[in-house]
């Protein structure tokens, strides 16, 4: 019972950050990964096998495999490289007969153009998804990033202005879709009392131990033993060089995430108010310095999980920052992150995605939610002739 109440607890004020009237809890569920909430949504519409999910061609290799494990198929659409989203005037020429859904990604927290797809969608009798794991706290037009589709998941993992260590949440908008979710999410277990404690450890170790001096190290070393499955991590080591499913993906969320759950919502304004004021920090260098920026109309609705900026000889450039300490995003090594060869496997063709493929080769992630912005300007002052 007690546990119960934490969920409700958790459901209300996420509804209530997201500034939704309705308050049913069975139309927000709870998982283990964000990837897990779009696999038990697509797994519950009831499609056809190989029928065709359209995907943007800049995200992460998590998305096309909860698609492929869902028994169907991605097909994707280039990228607008001024928003890093999916390029709304190449959208129809992808549909044809055995398409179902468009899913719209709101990359580094950007929504765009989304009235647009939908109307697309509505044309061709499509299901809408917004990919929200980089949008929470983020609103398009009038309404928070989520509230347009048909259904919206979102990420709580570690780097998210909403955090709980690992997981994620499907909200859905449409009534329609709610009953035939549920009753499958209804299956799915909760991770053991092991798993959660496991990741308990690992949020507490993120909390206090880890800083801008620590950060490369303690990154490089959770890379490896997740990609291991030496530890929980955000993506088991099958993920990233197969296309099976992991064992025991299905899951909901646990006690663990949903006690830090209950925490982070308490400090979100602070924190996403911190993120939007160093993100115009880095635009004002930025614009000031003929650089790649975003787009001043843009700052007002951007949630600013990270800024992107782009650069010539990345690789080093990461060196630099690392000898400086200085905390850098790889979003996204690749059109399909961070799988870096054998995209055919993903059935992704880099040449029907150019401005993807050309942006993940310059790509850098510049972290929003840093107590010393200037740092990081007199980084790039310093090296701007890496800086495009």
Sequence with gaps: MKQHHKIHRLKESFLLNMKRQEKNDSHLLLFWKGRVALYCLLKSLDLKPDDEIIV??????VVPNAIIY???TPVYVDINPDSYNMDVNLIEQKITKRTKAIIIQNTFGLSTNVEDIIAIAKTYQLITIDDCTHGFGGRYGNHPNGSFTDAAFFSSQWNKPFSTGLGGYLMI????LVTPVTELYRTYQSPTWIESFKLLVLIKVKQW???????????????WLSNRNLIIGSSQGEELCTLKKPQGYEKKMGWAQINAGIQSLK?????????????????????????THVDDRYHHNHSWLKYPI?????????KLAQESNITLGDWFVSPLHPIKDDWHRWMFTADDCPNARNAAKELVSLETDCNVPQRV???????????L
Aim: aromatic content about 16%; overall charge positive.
């Design 56 to 61: 943007q061609g800049l995200t992460c290799v």
């Design 70 to 72: 869902a028994g169907l």
């Design 173 to 176: 908008n449409n009534p329609k």
């Design 209 to 223: 131990a880890i800083s801008d001096r620590t950060y490369w190290f303690f990154l490089t070393l959770y890379r």
């Design 267 to 291: 400090e979100i304004h602070g924190i996403l108010s911190k993120r939007k004021k160093t993100a115009m920090v880095y635009g004002r260098w930025l614009k000031s310095n003929n650089k």
């Design 310 to 318: 782009r650069v010539k000889n990345r690789a080093h450039f990461f």
């Design 377 to 387: 300007i007199d980084f790039l002052e310093q090296h701007k002739h890496y800086v």
